[in-house]
């Protein structure tokens, strides 16, 4: 499989403390460190974008004491967050652990395919929350998985997150909708600029690790829980 990991993935992996989800500070260390281990492989895309936002985490959870993300944990010590960001860094480099996937044109574009959908429906998250719409970079990062499917089919790539708006909104885009509501929001319009028709078999698949089912996740990668293979170092904050 094809894996396009949102940031709060990638970010929780090494730092636990950053994710709220119970279940996804244990699956994603068990998808990842099968990956890492080779017991599995699976090829992980990461935006560049996305990467720019782990750096973030990390030195929010550093120096944002006055952050409510943070004020309950308290900061993590400066020589973790060094450990972090020089670990991160190595796993980025030269694709040792993550493929930078950069931002193109064709991305860009393709947010035309995405936004109007997020926009038009109330995709809320979780009840007794408001509705607000993603922002650009979950619609960017749906784009970015549109030209994977093009280049390695749907049934192989799969956008992994821990957020159930972003994963809501994948939903929606691969429901099938309406000739009349495809028509009322211009995605045709869309499809002339990006060379791409609409319709839900351009979307990628898309698994919320925070949420999904063990059905769920079986039918995603193959196996749940993923093969493990040599143990491998863990780089992660442990609390």
């Not at 090829?43 to 996305?50: A, K, M, S």
């Not at 936002?53 to 060094?82: L, M």
């Not at 060379?195 to 690790?209: E, N, T, V, Y």
């Amino acid at each position: 499989m094809y894996l396009l990991v949102d940031a709060n993935v990638a970010a929780g992996y090494y730092l636990r403390r950053s994710l709220r989800s119970r279940k996804a500070k244990e699956r994603i260390p068990q998808l990842l460190d099968s990956i890492r281990s080779g017991a599995s492989t699976h090829f992980l895309y990461l935006p560049n974008f996305c990467i720019a936002e782990v750096f973030s985490v990390f030195a929010k959870h550093c120096f944002g004491h006055w952050n409510p993300h943070v004020r309950n944990q308290g900061t993590i010590d400066s020589r973790v967050y060094q450990s972090l960001v020089k670990q991160f860094s190595q796993d980025i480099h030269n694709g040792a652990f993550w493929y930078q996937y950069e931002l193109s044109r064709y991305h860009i574009l393709g947010v035309d395919l995405v936004s109007p959908i997020d926009h038009y429906f109330q995709i809320t998250r979780k009840k007794g929350r408001p509705h607000v719409p993603a922002g650009t970079l979950d619609h960017l990062i749906i784009s970015m998985g549109i030209q994977l499917v093009q280049i390695h089919g749907q049934d192989n790539v799969v956008l992994v997150t821990t957020d159930d708006r972003l994963a809501r909104i994948v939903e929606k885009c691969r429901s099938g909708l309406p000739t009349a509501t495809v028509k009322k929001l211009k995605l045709q319009r869309a499809s002339e600029i990006t060379g791409k028709q609409f319709s839900q078999a351009i979307f990628p698949r898309c698994i919320d690790l925070s949420d999904a089912t063990r059905a769920e996740l079986q039918e995603t990668f193959g196996a749940w829980p993923p093969p493990t293979g040599p143990k491998v170092k863990a780089y992660r904050w442990p609390k």
